[in-house]
């Protein structure tokens, strides 16, 4: 067993064939994905606005952890979308955190400051299985 | 300041508004979150086998977290998809890490047992910003 991994499982216990030594932890149960498309997707300054806005939402008292990003650069394969401008990805205890995050006002004032740069949002929650 | 939000933060450190005293850390910087839709959505047993397979990635040595999951109960909202069956997240410390994940003899397995339960994958891979 090695912590430097530092490995972190949802779900259910990883099967017994990971015998890597998986220093076994759990995310929050509940995340949440959304990807964000930009009506100027070649503006820097509209992609910096966005991922401001986004970050502001880290605040929000029942978000457990945030990773905001933009396309990595792995290889391109058919199945790989990588066509999106921004990705906000939010962990919550359960689907009442992000209940609570959907209402709250500082997610409603990311709306009002942000959404004209937008063109398309795909949101996607997966709950641990 | 108190550690019981237990919030992650990756990318940019959070906006000088997030004031809920969140405590910041990074997951990895990585992000590697594919979704499936079986042939048999309606197949438990199917679903069992894939989440199963999934399982074993975790124990791949460049991965730093996993959740694995299904479509939650959240509110149904246009911009929600909950159409798929399965989600995998990986996080990775670089593109470097999840390259070799792909490559990975455990990864290739994963495929060999499981592609047959699959008619769609979509991949998204996401760098911190």
Redo the contacts between chains.
């Keep these: 067993m090695t912590t430097s ?8 216990a ?2 017994a ?4 030594g ?1 220093a076994v932890n759990s ?7 959304v ?1 964000f498309w930009l009506k100027n997707p070649g503006s820097k300054e509209d992609l910096a606005k966005l ?2 806005g986004l ?2 939402l ?4 029942s ?13 391109k ?1 058919d ?4 066509s ?1 401008s ?2 906000e ?1 939010l962990f919550f205890d359960d ?1 009442a955190g ?2 609570t995050y ?1 209402d709250h006002p ?1 997610h409603k004032q990311f709306v009002a400051d942000c959404s004209h740069l937008w063109q398309r ?9």
Tied chains: 1, 2.
Aim: no cysteine; hydrophobic share 50%.
């Design positions: 991994r530092r490995t972190f499982i949802a779900g259910a990883v099967a064939s990971a015998t890597a998986a995310y929050p149960k509940l995340v949440h994905h990807f991922l401001a970050r502001t880290a605040a929000i008292e978000v457990r952890g945030a990773h905001f990003g933009v396309p990595a650069s792995t290889e394969r199945v790989v979308d990588n999106y921004a990705s990805i689907p992000q209940k959907q500082i949002v795909v949101v996607y929650d997966a709950i641990a299985a």
